[in-house]
């Protein structure tokens, strides 16, 4: 039982990582050294305390080896550009995969993992209350507010620890008196986080309660439709709190600027060097596109269409290995920006067989857990959680920070294997 209490423990510090790291930031200045010790224990923690016996290896595991195969090869045959700190979170992200292999196990979500990723979103909720007024009126051009002064992106995080909690809810039993509770606690922190404009992760969170709600039993589906409604309620209270904001975030604006001589920042958009550094990146080789459109760059939606219209159109020259990792960057007309797309950047920058195969490994490890989805509260959850993750990987994407996707591509493959031995799984 201690096992189970510590793994699942591990589990919930390693999906609030990014949360983690703003407290760590915001209420000690911890540094990049702390990042990097933290992000690389909290992976070999969670990988000590899984179980490691009766080791098979699964299709899964073939996929995945193929797939840092091709990214090896992609690495050796393109020149190098990343940031070796990007280089250092690919190999962090990709190791996540074995870190969740031996997870599975329990036969039910522990309540250690509920208790430490509500902690963690009720932390961030009341450090985002006091932000909100700061930013009430969109003080610097984005409607996030800024947590400790410095951190635009921190309600994001804070959103990713209140998926895992809402989902780790809908996957497990609750007495009524419990029920009540976390439906109240859902709807407050889905009122402040909506306030605070997240956005795609309420998208997300709704696809994987949605997948909860077609696998669960009678009563599990009542529960799930109910935290689904609550969200939505939450939702539009809060995007009402702020709805001159709701407006002008949710629509294009006309006063626009060219995209090639701006640059997004977690915090503000700040003037790039113009013109004269993009002729300067020209004649380093990133070959930039050198007519590019006029784009409001406080519209997320276009932004994120003209990323993905760089990168189709660099798609068809792209080739089996890719034109290497980070340098979409480089040929884009929204300078330093990557496509936000975990699978089109696979197949930009690592290539088409890298794509297929990190598409096939998805395909193949969802449809495995939705089989035994209906069996199993710990396969529900798996399932979930991979929608989740995979879904906000769609929108905010970036292979060498997806590490969430691949813990649970591991989770899942560890979950699948662990059937088949026990005999119960509806097929192989």
């Known amino acids: 039982m201690t096992s189970i209490f510590n793994r699942w423990l591990m589990l919930s510090l390693y999906v609030s990582t990014g949360s983690i790291l703003v407290f760590a930031h915001g209420f000690a200045g911890a540094g990049s050294l702390f990042t990097a010790a933290f992000m690389a224990g909290s992976t070999l923690a969670l990988f000590l305390s899984s179980r490691r016996a009766n080791f098979t290896i699964d299709l899964c595991d073939l996929l995945f080896g193929m797939f840092i195969c091709c990214i090896a090869i992609s690495f050796a ?57 700061e ?8 409607p996030h507010p800024v947590v ?40 407050m922190l889905t009122m402040v986080f909506a306030a605070s404009f997240v956005r795609f992760s309420f998208v997300a969170i709704g696809a994987a309660l949605t997948f909860a709600l077609l ?51 977690p915090i503000a958009i700040r003037a790039d060097e113009g013109v004269e550094g993009q002729a300067k990146s020209g ?22 269409k003209q990323l993905y219209l760089d990168a189709f159109a660099i798609l068809p020259s792209a080739g089996p290995f890719g034109i290497g990792m980070d340098h979409f960057m480089g040929k884009s007309c929204i300078k330093d920006s990557q496509i936000h797309n975990t699978i089109l950047q696979a197949a930009v920058e690592l290539g088409w067989i890298a794509a297929a195969i990190l598409v096939a490994l998805l ?12 069996c199993t509260a710990e ?33 899942a493959a560890g979950v699948r294997v662990l059937f088949v031995q026990s005999g119960k799984a509806p097929g192989t």
């Open 283 to 304: 004649e380093n080789g990133t070959n930039r596109r050198t007519s590019c459109p006029i784009i409001d760059l406080q519209d997320s939606i276009a932004v994120r």
């Open 135 to 142: 930013q009430w009126s969109d003080s610097y051009g984005r």
């Open 363 to 374: 395909i193949f490890a969802g449809f495995s857990l939705w089989r035994l989805a209906h």
């Open 148 to 187: 400790f002064g410095e951190f635009g992106a921190a309600t994001l995080q804070f959103t990713l620890s209140l998926g895992f909690l809402m989902i780790a809810l809908v996957c497990m039993k609750l007495t009524t008196r419990q029920a009540i509770a976390a439906r109240i606690l859902v709807v």
């Open 215 to 265: 696998s669960s039993p009678a009563h599990g589906r009542r529960y799930a439709a109910t935290m689904i409604c609550l969200m939505i309620v939450g939702v539009i209270i809060g995007n009402v709190a702020r709805v001159e904001l709701a407006a002008r975030f949710s629509s294009y604006v006309p006063a626009a600027v060219p995209a090639q001589v701006v640059a997004l920042t």
């Open 379 to 411: 396969a529900r959850f798996a399932l979930c959680a991979l929608v989740f993750v995979v879904t906000l990987a769609m929108a905010h994407g970036r292979i060498s920070h997806d590490s969430l996707v691949f813990l649970f591509l591991g989770y």
């Open 77 to 133: 045959v393109n020149e190098i550009r990343s940031d070796p700190k990007e280089i250092a979170l690919l190999a962090l992200s990709l190791v996540a995969y074995p870190s969740a292999r031996f997870f599975a196990g329990s036969k039910a979500i522990a309540p250690s993992f509920v208790l430490c990723t509500a902690v963690v979103a009720i932390i961030g909720a009341v450090l985002t209350i006091p932000a909100l007024p």
